[in-house]
């Protein structure tokens, strides 16, 4: 423990002596923004990177250091920093004008993809993040059941006033949410025998992303849409992060279909985006052209850059192939670095190229399995941004389009030297 702490004392009085200018700016934003901050997992002490300046899979900061981005920003930046076919439908997007306050021609022509791709998916709606995504889809199962109890899993995060990390979350929306293990069949069938009548919805992320990226039993999921189908409860797929898995999803893969499913991050082509959707039977009660409709607002659900970015993401830079080859990325990245962790208290879980590592010994499956160990943590944290790699403190990567083998390799590389040395 004494080399851990010294090994931490050291890395952090480097990032100290490293980063001055983004050390002033995290003080001078601290002055407007509570701690420096408007995005709580963008913080970590003693201060965040700023960054000034992005390419490809490259990030530069204010005192001029480049990082290779592991992060892709939390799954949201999967296309890279500027990519150009995004970069030439914005610009084009700008050129017939914003803000008409009515309908533009790309919505309909991005939610028809959508609908292609995710077999869930009959019609969709809009919204503008992920969070909204969920809590639209918790609005239509609770409206449409008439009940009123969700169950969620530990470890989920399904956005900021929807989060069952920790305890009671005193932000969280006042619905009534019972809580199970997450992958854990006898410990959510007790919970579904216990509130097999007045459930709502089952709101489940296929794979944990915020909690660990820890992926989903197939079995459990199955076990899920059985439960859902026999109670009359809505199954949700939160699929904000994993709809990147395949074409169509964790849900294509895995062969499990949601009656409702959300999506966010990378799909609205980088920009501001949330959807929701499903069976037709439910969405319908959105359709103003039938009595008794129920509406849904927002003034930048349809906002042209949105629209416009997520269609040409979709259909020019992510088709089903690119997805996979993707995946196959990710997977054979996560194979190399958990050879590298043999030996070491590190192990990588994930699926595709969404993985995380962690600190701790003993298979980890659920929640529970995880071991917090917050020095580890920063120290690997530390040691990679020292080492020009950019990932979330937590020890989280999303890999990006943009990131080669090079780029993996030399993740590793670096991987394995903080190994040899941290031992
Ligand atoms: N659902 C999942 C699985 C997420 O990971 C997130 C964000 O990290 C959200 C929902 C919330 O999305 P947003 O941040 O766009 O509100």
């Given at each position: 423990m004494v080399a851990l702490d010294e090994a931490l004392a050291k890395a952090r009085a480097r990032f100290v002596a490293d980063n001055p200018a983004s050390r002033a700016a995290h003080e001078q934003a601290a002055a407007h923004l509570p701690g420096g901050n408007t995005r709580t997992t963008l913080f970590y002490p003693p201060f965040p990177l700023t960054m000034a300046h992005a390419e490809g899979c490259r990030l530069t900061d204010l005192d001029g250091h480049t990082y290779v981005d592991l992060l892709g920003d939390y799954t949201a930046g999967l296309y890279g920093h500027d990519n150009p076919v995004i970069r030439k439908v914005v610009e084009a997007a700008l050129d017939r004008g914003w803000n008409y306050g009515a309908h533009g021609r790309d919505e309909a022509l991005f939610a028809a993809v959508l609908c292609e791709r995710f077999p869930s998916l009959e019609l969709v709606r809009f919204t503008n993040s992920g969070t909204e995504a969920n809590l639209l889809a918790l609005a239509t199962a609770t409206t449409f059941t008439g009940r009123d109890t969700v169950l969620v899993f530990t470890g989920a995060y399904h956005g900021s006033v929807l989060s069952f990390g920790d305890k009671d979350f005193p932000l969280n929306v006042p619905h009534r949410f019972v809580v199970a293990e997450y992958n854990d069949l006898a410990d959510t069938a007790a919970v579904l025998d216990r509130h097999a009548d007045d459930l709502a919805a089952i709101l489940v992320e296929p794979m944990l992303g915020s909690g660990g990226c820890l992926p989903a039993d197939p079995a459990f999921l199955a076990y899920l849409r059985r439960r859902a189908d026999e109670t009359g409860a809505l199954l949700v797929f939160d699929e904000v992060m994993t709809s990147r898995m395949s074409g169509g999803g964790l849900q294509e893969l895995l062969g499990v279909t949601p009656d409702l499913t959300t999506l966010g991050k990378y799909t609205g082509g980088g920009m501001t985006f949330g959807a929701f959707g499903g069976r037709a039977d439910m969405m319908a009660m959105y359709d103003p052209r039938r009595p008794g409709y129920v509406a849904h607002a927002g003034t930048f659900n349809n906002n042209v850059l949105s629209m416009a970015a997520g269609y040409a993401g979709l259909t020019e830079l992510f088709p089903p192939p690119a997805a996979r080859e993707l995946f196959e990325r990710g997977e054979r990245l996560r194979a190399r670095l958990n050879a590298i962790a043999e030996g070491t208290p590190m192990t990588w879980t994930g699926m595709g190229s969404?993985?995380?590592?962690?600190?701790?010994?003993?298979?980890?499956?659920?929640?529970?399995?995880?071991?917090?160990?917050?020095?580890?943590?920063?120290?690997?944290?530390l040691e990679m941004l020292a080492r020009g790699f950019h990932l979330a403190r937590r020890g989280m990567i999303a890999l990006s389009l943009p990131v080669t083998d090079r780029e993996c390799d030399e993740f590793c590389a670096a991987v394995a030297d903080f190994a040899s040395h941290s031992g």
């Open positions: 969404m993985l995380t590592v962690h600190f701790g010994t003993g298979e980890i499956t659920t929640p529970r399995d995880l071991r917090p160990a917050p020095e580890y943590r920063e120290l690997f944290h």
